[in-house]
C-alpha cells in the first residue's frame, strides 16, 4: 500500500476520495448524504473533550445500511452534545485496489474522515464470516492488526454483535468485546473515555482498557491468558492481573420502550438488502429451540408497549417515506399483543401506500386473522414458516414442538384464503439427524402442494423449500454437538433434491434453494474456535480472502490450507474444533463469558435432546406462559421478562 495521505485530524478525504470514484462499481455507495444521517463538528462537545466513534457493519453497504444494530447505536451516540459517531462499511476489491494505490485510508461515508482518527472503532457482527472484512479495515485504516502493536493515537477497537459471545478467535485483534444489548453501554464506554481524555491519558492506552475491563461488562482479552494441555484442548482462561474479574457479563436493556430507535432512520442512496422502516416489536425468546444462539443469549422476553410500537411505525414512516414497514423480532406473532397491533396498524393506513410485513412466523404462532391484517391494503407477499427440522422426530430433538399435522392446518388455511406461495425454512446437519430425516422434508412439500391444489382448487400453488446447514453455536443446548462434516451435508441434500425433482405431479411446484456444506464448516471453526483460530483468519486475509459471507468471494480450499498451516505443532486441526462432539467436562472458549445461561441447565438440555432422539418425550416450554424452568438468566443478570398485555389499544385511531 502507498504511504498514508497526510491530512489534519478529522479533515475530509473527500477529494482524495472522489477522482478515484469513476473507475469503481456502484460508486453511491461510497458517498454519504443519506437523509436522516447525522454530521457534526470534529471537536463538537460543548466544554470538555469530544469522544469520536467510528461505527461498521463489516460488509457491503447494501447489507450495512439496513442493520439494526449500528443504525440503533449511531443515533444513540450522536443524541449526546460530546459525542460523534460516524459509519464505515466494507469497501469492495475494486475500490481497495486504488485506495491502496493513492495512500487513501478507511473512511467514513458521513463525513468520509479517516478511521484511524476516531477514538473508538466498533464492529458489530451478526456472523463471525466477516472477520476478514475487519482485517481488511483495520489495514486499510493503517490501525496496526494486532492489538499489542497500538498505541494511543490509535483507536480502540471494540467487537459487538451476537458473534461477540465468542471473541476468542478474533482475541489478538480487538482491544475490547461487548456481549448484549449495545444501547446503554456504548454510552457508559463513552464516559469512560471522556474521563481518561479529560485527565490527560493517565497511563495511557493499558490504562484506558484496564478501566473498561474493571466495569465487569468489558471483556479485554489482553487481561486474560488461555493454557492449553500437551494434547492441545483448552486448560483454562484466566485473568493474567488484579482487579480483573474472571467473568464477564452480558448486558441487558430493560425497558425497551424508553429506547424508541430508530428515531430516525437512514434511507439509501444505493439499492440495499432490506428497503423498509423495521421496528422490533420486542426482544428476546424463550421458546427455547436448542440450536437457535440469538434465542438463548437475549433472554429474558422484554416486548415495547403497543402504543411505542404504533408511534415508532408513525415517526418513522414519516421521517424516511419508506412503503413497508416489518415488525421484527425473533418470532413476532409471539408478542402478547399482535393482534391489536396488527388491526390498528391495518386500520390506520388502510387506503395508503403503506405495507406491513412479519418476518417468518412460527407455524403454532399463525392464524389467518393476523395474516389478513397484515395484507389488507393489498400487497400481499408470500407466507414464510421455519419447522426447522424435515420430520416429527427431528422438531421434537430440537424443541421446535411443531407437528406435520400442525403445518399442513396452516397452510391449508393459507392457501385457502387466497395465498399462492408459501416458503417453508429447513436446516441440514441436526444432532442424530438420519438420511431418513432430511428425505422426509420432500414428503412434506409435496404434501403442502397436494393441500394447498386440494383446499384452494388451483393448480398454481408453489411451495419453496430452502435449507441451510447447522452450525452448532456457544452458549446453546447444542454447543457441545458434533457438526456434520460438508460431505454427508451435500450428500443429503442431493438426495433431497433429487426426491423432489423426480416426482412428476408435484416437482415443478416445489422450489428448492440451499447452500452447500462447506461454508458452515469456516462458520464451524470460527463460532466454536478459541485464540489459536486468529492465524488462520490473518493468514486467510494475506492471501486475499474478503466478504466471505459471499459465495463468489468464499474460497474453502484458501481456509482449509491456511488452517492446516496456521494449526501446525498445536495437536488440533479443523475437524477438532468442528465435527468433534465435546465433553460436560471440557473447558469452552467461551466459558469465562456470562451470558446468564447456566452451564448445568445447558448440559441437561443437550441430554434431554439425546433422549427424545431415543424415543423420550420430553418438551421444554416456553417460560412466558408456564412457570420457571431455571435457566438461569433472570436472577443471574437481575432481569425479569416484560410482556403485557397492558391492555391498551393502538393510538391514534384515526384513519391516515
Not at 481497495?96 to 485510508?105: A, D, F, I, L, Y
Not at 440495499?272 to 437457535?292: D, K, M, P
Not at 421434537?396 to 411443531?402: D, L, R
Not at 475437524?575 to 456470562?594: A, C, I, K, Q, S
Request: proline fraction near 6%; aromatic fraction near 8%.
Amino acid at each position: 500500500m502507498s504511504a498514508p495521505t497526510l491530512h489534519a485530524p478529522g479533515a475530509s478525504l473527500f477529494p482524495l476520495l472522489e477522482p478515484l470514484l469513476s473507475s469503481v462499481s456502484k460508486p453511491i455507495q461510497y458517498v454519504g448524504g443519506e437523509l436522516n444521517s447525522t454530521l457534526k463538528d470534529w471537536d463538537c462537545a460543548p466544554e470538555g473533550p469530544t469522544v469520536r466513534w467510528a461505527l461498521m457493519y463489516p460488509d457491503a453497504y447494501e447489507v450495512g445500511l439496513p442493520n439494526q444494530g449500528v443504525a440503533i447505536l449511531y443515533e444513540v451516540l450522536n443524541e449526546r452534545d460530546w459525542i460523534v459517531a460516524e459509519r464505515t462499511y466494507a469497501v469492495w476489491p475494486d475500490l481497495e485496489k486504488v485506495m491502496r494505490e493513492s495512500g487513501v485510508p478507511q473512511f467514513t461515508v458521513d463525513q468520509h474522515r479517516s478511521v484511524r482518527d476516531f477514538d473508538l472503532f466498533g464492529l458489530s457482527f451478526s456472523t463471525e464470516l466477516g472477520y476478514t472484512n475487519m482485517l481488511n479495515a483495520l489495514d486499510l485504516a493503517g490501525i496496526p492488526l494486532h492489538a499489542v502493536d497500538r498505541d494511543e493515537t490509535h483507536p480502540v477497537v471494540i467487537a459487538g454483535g451476537h458473534a461477540a459471545f465468542n471473541p476468542e478467535p478474533i482475541a489478538d485483534f480487538v482491544d475490547a468485546a461487548v456481549l448484549g444489548d449495545g444501547e446503554e453501554v456504548v454510552l457508559a464506554i463513552s464516559e469512560v473515555v471522556r474521563e481518561w481524555k479529560a485527565q490527560d491519558r493517565p497511563g495511557g492506552r493499558e490504562e484506558l482498557l484496564r478501566r473498561l475491563a474493571v466495569t465487569g461488562n468489558i471483556y479485554v482479552p489482553r487481561f486474560y491468558d488461555a493454557r492449553y494441555g500437551d494434547d492441545g484442548a483448552l486448560v483454562a482462561i484466566e485473568p493474567n492481573r488484579p482487579g480483573i474479574p474472571h467473568r464477564v457479563r452480558k448486558h441487558t436493556l430493560m425497558d425497551l420502550d424508553a429506547w424508541p430507535y430508530p428515531a430516525k432512520p437512514l434511507v439509501p442512496l444505493a439499492e440495499t438488502v432490506h428497503e423498509r422502516f423495521s421496528v422490533e416489536i420486542f426482544r428476546g425468546c424463550t421458546r427455547g429451540c436448542r440450536f437457535c444462539q440469538a434465542g438463548m443469549i437475549t433472554r429474558p422476553v422484554r416486548e415495547r408497549s403497543i402504543e411505542t410500537v404504533g408511534a415508532m411505525v408513525e415517526n418513522g414512516i414519516r421521517k424516511s417515506g419508506f412503503e413497508e414497514v416489518g415488525l421484527l423480532s425473533l418470532s413476532s406473532a409471539d408478542h402478547t399483543e399482535i393482534g391489536d397491533i396488527a388491526t390498528g396498524l391495518a386500520d390506520r393506513y388502510e387506503g395508503s401506500n403503506v405495507s406491513l410485513s412479519l418476518p417468518s412466523t412460527r407455524v403454532d404462532a399463525f392464524n389467518i386473522t393476523l395474516a389478513n391484517e397484515f395484507s389488507r391494503n393489498g400487497r400481499r407477499s408470500g407466507l414464510t414458516f421455519a419447522p426447522e427440522g424435515g420430520s416429527d422426530r427431528m422438531r421434537k430433538v430440537i424443541n421446535k414442538m411443531v407437528s406435520e399435522d400442525d403445518l399442513i392446518r396452516t397452510v391449508a388455511a393459507a392457501y385457502s384464503h387466497g395465498w399462492r406461495q408459501v416458503k417453508l425454512y429447513f436446516m441440514c446437519g441436526l444432532p442424530t439427524e438420519t438420511d431418513e430425516d432430511v428425505l422426509q422434508i420432500a414428503e412434506l412439500a409435496k404434501r403442502v402442494i397436494a393441500t394447498g391444489r386440494e383446499v384452494s382448487g388451483r393448480n398454481d400453488i408453489r411451495c419453496t423449500v430452502s435449507i441451510g446447514g447447522f452450525v452448532p453455536k456457544p452458549h446453546t443446548p447444542f454447543q457441545w454437538a458434533a457438526q456434520l462434516d460438508h460431505e454427508t451435508t451435500d450428500e443429503r441434500l442431493r438426495q433431497l433434491r433429487e426426491a423432489v425433482r423426480s416426482d412428476k405431479r408435484y416437482g415443478r411446484a416445489i422450489g428448492f434453494r440451499y447452500h452447500d456444506g462447506k461454508p458452515g464448516v469456516v462458520e464451524g471453526l470460527l463460532s466454536r474456535g478459541d485464540r489459536r483460530v486468529g492465524r488462520i483468519i490473518e493468514a486467510v486475509w494475506r492471501d486475499g480472502g474478503r466478504f466471505d459471507g459471499w459465495s463468489e468471494h468464499f474460497s474453502y480450499d484458501r481456509w482449509m490450507a491456511c488452517a492446516e498451516q496456521a494449526l501446525a505443532g498445536t495437536g488440533v486441526d479443523v475437524d477438532w474444533f468442528t465435527t468433534r462432539e465435546r465433553g460436560y467436562d471440557e473447558v469452552l472458549p467461551w466459558d469465562h463469558l456470562d451470558s446468564g445461561l447456566d452451564k448445568d441447565w445447558l448440559w441437561a438440555d443437550w441430554e434431554d435432546a439425546l433422549a427424545v432422539a431415543d424415543g423420550a418425550e420430553i418438551e421444554v416450554e416456553d417460560c412466558r406462559w408456564t412457570p420457571c424452568y431455571d435457566c438461569g438468566v433472570c436472577p443471574e443478570m437481575g432481569t425479569e421478562i416484560q410482556v403485557g398485555p397492558t391492555g391498551q389499544k393502538l393510538l391514534p385511531l384515526s384513519v391516515v
